[in-house]
C-alpha cells in the first residue's frame, strides 16, 4: 500500500467523520483537510468540536462543519436532518469515517447489565447503520464514495471479558458485509471495516489499561491507510476486513 499521497489527494471530496473531536476522528480530520477534503465533524462534544473546528482553519484546510450529535440518544429524525444539513452546505457527500465508538470496562458476562449492552450496541452498530443508511442518497450521486468502519479486533476474535464491547463490535463487521454484497450493484460506492490494531488512541487507552504506551504505533502511522480507503486508491475494493499491526519492530 502507498504511504506517499498527493496534497490533493482528496481535493473537492466531502467527508463526515464521527468522534472528531479526539483519537483517531481528529487525526484523520486533519489529515483528509491537509489534502483537500472538506471536513464534517461529529461529536457530542461542543467543546472538543470547536477546537478541532479551529485546528482544522489554522492548517489552512478547507473551511469544515461541526456538527454536535449524541449518537446515543439520536433517532431518525436527528439522522434525517444530519444528511439534509450536509446537503444543504455541501451539495455532496464522498464519504464517512466511523470513528464513534463506546466503551464500558473489560468485566464478566455475569457483571454486564442489559443497559451496557444496549448501550454499546446502539453506538456501536446501530448509530452507524443508521447514520450510513440516512446519507445513502448523498453517497450513491457521489462520483466515488467510501465508507469506513473503524473497528477492533475483538470484533473477530471472540475473548473473556470483552462482552458486549466485542459483540458490538462483530455487529460492525456483519453490517459491513451486509452493505458491500448490497452495494455491489452500485460500481462508485464501497463500505470496508479496519482494525487498527495497538495504536496511542483514548480508546485503546481504556480498553487496554495495562499496555505500554511505547509499544504502540502512533496515530500518525495510521492516517496513510485511512487515505487510502478514503481516496479513489481503494476504488473497486469493498466488504473487505483490513487487519493491521502498526507497531515498530523492537531493537
Known amino acids: 500500500m502507498k504511504t506517499e499521497f498527493a496534497q490533493d489527494a482528496l481535493a473537492g471530496r466531502v467527508i463526515l467523520i464521527t468522534g472528531a473531536?479526539?483519537?483517531?476522528?481528529?487525526?484523520?480530520?486533519?489529515?483528509?483537510?491537509?489534502?483537500?477534503?472538506?471536513?464534517?465533524?461529529?461529536?457530542?462534544?461542543?467543546?472538543?468540536?470547536?477546537?478541532?473546528?479551529?485546528?482544522?482553519?489554522?492548517?489552512?484546510?478547507?473551511?469544515?462543519?461541526?456538527?454536535?450529535?449524541?449518537?446515543?440518544?439520536?433517532?431518525?429524525?436527528?439522522?434525517?436532518?444530519?444528511?439534509?444539513?450536509?446537503?444543504?452546505?455541501?451539495?455532496?457527500?464522498d464519504g464517512i469515517l466511523h470513528c464513534a465508538s463506546h466503551f464500558y470496562a473489560l468485566s464478566p458476562l455475569t457483571n454486564q447489565g442489559i443497559e451496557e449492552w444496549m448501550n454499546q450496541y446502539r453506538i456501536n452498530t446501530v448509530a452507524r447503520f443508521a447514520l450510513t443508511r440516512a446519507c445513502l442518497p448523498l453517497l450513491k450521486e457521489a462520483p466515488d464514495a467510501s465508507v469506513l468502519f473503524v473497528g477492533e479486533h475483538h470484533a473477530l476474535y471472540p475473548a473473556a471479558y470483552w462482552g458486549a464491547f466485542g459483540a458490538s463490535s462483530a455487529g460492525q463487521a456483519y453490517l459491513v458485509k451486509v452493505a458491500?454484497?448490497?452495494?455491489?450493484?452500485?460500481?462508485?460506492?464501497?463500505?470496508?471495516?479496519?482494525?487498527?490494531?495497538?495504536?496511542?488512541?483514548?480508546?485503546?487507552?481504556?480498553?487496554?489499561?495495562?499496555?505500554?504506551?511505547?509499544?504502540?504505533?502512533?496515530?500518525?502511522?495510521?492516517?496513510?491507510?485511512?487515505?487510502?480507503?478514503?481516496?479513489?486508491?481503494?476504488?473497486?475494493r469493498s466488504g473487505e476486513i483490513v487487519e493491521l499491526d502498526l507497531r515498530k519492530p523492537r531493537g
Open 180 to 236: 458491500a454484497d448490497e452495494w455491489e450493484m452500485f460500481p462508485n460506492l464501497r463500505v470496508n471495516l479496519m482494525l487498527p490494531g495497538p495504536v496511542n488512541s483514548p480508546q485503546r487507552n481504556r480498553t487496554h489499561p495495562g499496555e505500554d504506551k511505547s509499544e504502540r504505533a502512533d496515530l500518525a502511522d495510521l492516517m496513510p491507510h485511512l487515505l487510502y480507503w478514503m481516496s479513489g486508491d481503494s476504488q473497486g
Open 21 to 93: 473531536s479526539q483519537g483517531i476522528g481528529r487525526e484523520a480530520a486533519l489529515a483528509f483537510a491537509r489534502h483537500g477534503a472538506s471536513v464534517v465533524l461529529l461529536s457530542r462534544s461542543v467543546r472538543g468540536l470547536e477546537k478541532v473546528y479551529d485546528e482544522v482553519v489554522a492548517i489552512g484546510g478547507p473551511e469544515p462543519a461541526a456538527i454536535p450529535l449524541d449518537l446515543l440518544s439520536a433517532g431518525e429524525n436527528e439522522f434525517n436532518n444530519l444528511a439534509l444539513t450536509i446537503h444543504r452546505e455541501f451539495g455532496r457527500l
